[in-house]
């Protein structure tokens, strides 16, 4: 009788710590999931710089911080997790920069030309939009230096009219691999265009330049000028200064697109 009850006090224990294990692991998967999500999450506000915000948007972002991981804590699921890092990072990634300022004007399309004109968005863009800014997010750090600028490879990004992100590579690096995610080779690096950009910028009153752009549809440089007499002279300043490349020069005067030879 005492063997029988050992046998079954035997059994119920295992039985019992098979149950417990089984409940306390998924708890702590979960839980560690969790954990993850969050640090991940602080992560990346952190790598967008308090300095690159004014005081009450950086306060913003620490309230959509603290309120994703509320969310992230009370999550039952690991997909509930991802939704809700997802929607910080996505919340995060609207608040205005201070040096955003600044690329506006660079990034400017312009309207009058037809360089690239606007993608019309598809039924799916507001379905990808978001988990394609995370993707994306984590592959930009693999273009981006210790000291914050861009890899030499990295040749722009654009988001096309299914809400997806389109990274331009000089070469086929693919850091992070993604359904949300289209990497494009294309001939010049971001950093390249952006030297034409500072190049003319301040020699802008020179060569009657109004407006400079980056186009990272057609990874090219958008260069509105004045007047049509100063084209040789632009020109052979960018040959002058290396920044001259065929097929990479979008000059406009007023609506007419002039291609240099
Ligand atoms: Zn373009």
Same mark, same amino acid.
């Given at each position: 009788m005492l063997k029988k009850l050992t046998i079954f006090c035997v059994m119920f224990l295992l039985l019992f710590s098979i149950i417990g294990l089984a409940a306390c692991n998924n708890g702590d998967e979960l839980a560690d999931y969790k954990t993850q999500a969050i640090e991940s999450l602080e992560a990346y506000a952190k790598s967008? !710089?308090?300095?690159?915000?004014t005081a009450e948007n950086w306060e913003t972002i620490k309230t959509i911080v603290e309120n994703g991981k509320t969310t992230i804590n009370t999550a039952e699921s690991k997909e509930a997790v991802d939704t809700a890092k997802a929607e910080a990072m996505t919340a995060i990634m609207t608040i205005d920069e201070v040096t955003k300022k600044e690329k506006d004007v660079m990034y400017t399309?312009?309207?009058?030309?037809?360089?690239c004109p606007p993608f019309e968005q598809s039924s799916s863009y507001w379905d990808n939009i978001a988990p394609s800014a995370v993707a994306y997010e984590e592959a930009i750090i693999y273009f981006?230096?210790?000291?914050g600028e861009y890899t030499d490879d990295f040749g722009g990004v654009f988001v096309d009219e299914n809400g997806l992100h389109n990274i331009c590579v000089? !070469?086929?690096?693919?850091p992070v691999i993604s359904d949300y995610l289209i990497y494009k080779q294309v001939e010049n690096s971001f950093n390249f265009l952006k030297s034409i950009f500072v190049g003319l910028e301040s020699e802008s009153q020179q060569f009657s330049v109004w407006q400079v752009s980056v186009c990272e549809v057609c990874n090219g440089v958008i260069i509105c000028l004045e007047?049509?007499?100063?084209i040789p002279l632009l020109i052979e300043y960018l040959k002058t200064n290396s920044l001259f490349k065929k097929g990479t020069l979008n000059i406009f005067v007023g609506e007419n697109q002039i291609v240099p030879n």
């Open positions: 967008k !710089g308090q300095d690159n915000y399309l312009l309207e009058s030309s037809n360089c981006t230096t210790a000291t000089v !070469g086929n690096r693919k007047s049509e007499s100063k």
